[in-house]
């Protein structure tokens, strides 16, 4: 069995991924969840782990009582005093927290000590920085991943075949967060058309303009991401084809987004095999240091 750990100052997205690997006590849960509205992508759906090879063993926050909540309505067994403990207890390492630096230091904590890594959204927000560290677990034989669970929205299947055209991408974001939570967008639209695009590019918007980019791809398509807290909650894609033809979704199953997140993380600690290509994940920063201008 692989043993994992959780680590993040303010734990994120922490529920959907230990119900994924641990099961769940429902009892617990409904008693102790500290985010109601991740219980509402779990209940009833987890009693038993839905990863075979894998479990959550350790989990450390900067609260200890969050990660006590977590603890019990996951199935966690230990509770941990420092990051450091959990490291050096287990086999890989999820890195759940908003702070860049923190990400940043913990990743290569773990790479350092011989562990391989998922952290949510961008390992740092720098791209030489996000280079660094992807190039770090390529020399070591480990694994680094790293995304937003946007990346796996199913809504999002629907379009990934579809050769040249256009499309808009959009997130509800206020532009004073997108430097934050900008991978959100990227990922939406990598879900979509794909994690290689050759070239990117800030769309100039004006002064107080919502953030927007462009991003190219081999087969002669473009997609305009925008950012702005007056589009509808979560994201959308509308596609419009070289010969006609539209297309519009919604990207709003988020239960089935972490499920496939998890799914691709429990394959990485598993069988050792890198989720999306390490120059991926050196692109979702760079696409996002571009959509931040």
């Not at 809504?155 to 967060?177: C, K, M, R």
Request: proline letters at 6%; glycine letters at 8%; aromatic letters at 6%.
């Amino acid at each position: 069995m692989v043993k994992l750990g959780m680590v993040g100052k303010v734990l994120i997205h922490n529920y959907p991924y230990g119900a994924y690997f641990n099961g769940t006590d429902a009892e617990a849960l409904e008693e102790r969840c500290t985010k109601r509205w991740m219980l509402e992508l779990i209940r009833s759906r987890f009693p038993e782990p839905a990863a075979g090879g894998s479990r959550i063993t350790h989990v450390w926050a900067g609260e200890r009582e969050e990660a006590e909540a977590i603890a019990a309505g996951c199935l966690i067994e230990n509770v941990c005093d420092t990051p450091e403990e959990v490291i050096e207890s287990v086999d890989g390492v999820l890195v759940l927290d908003e702070d860049a630096d923190f990400r940043a230091d913990t990743v290569e904590r773990s790479l350092t000590a011989g562990k391989s890594v998922y952290v949510d959204k961008t390992p740092a927000m720098d791209p030489a920085r996000t280079r660094e560290l992807v190039s770090m677990a390529v020399d070591r034989d480990l694994r680094l991943a790293a995304w937003s669970q946007l990346l796996f929205a199913p809504e999002a299947e629907t379009l990934q075949d579809l050769g040249g055209g256009s499309a808009l991408v959009t997130f509800n974001l206020s532009p004073d967060i997108v430097d934050k939570y900008g991978i959100h967008l990227v990922c939406s639209a990598f879900a979509a058309f794909g994690c290689d695009p050759v070239h990117m590019a800030t769309v100039a918007n004006g002064p107080g303009g919502p953030p927007m980019m462009v991003l190219s791809y081999r087969d002669g398509k473009d997609v305009v991401l925008r950012a702005g807290s007056d589009l509808p909650p979560r994201g959308s894609i509308s596609y419009v084809g070289k010969e006609g033809g539209s297309v519009v979704v919604m990207l709003e199953d988020m239960a089935a987004m972490f499920d496939g997140s998890a799914a691709a993380l429990a394959r990485m600690f598993e069988e050792a095999v890198w989720p999306v290509p390490p120059e991926a994940i050196v692109r979702m920063t760079e696409a996002v240091d571009c959509l931040c201008g």
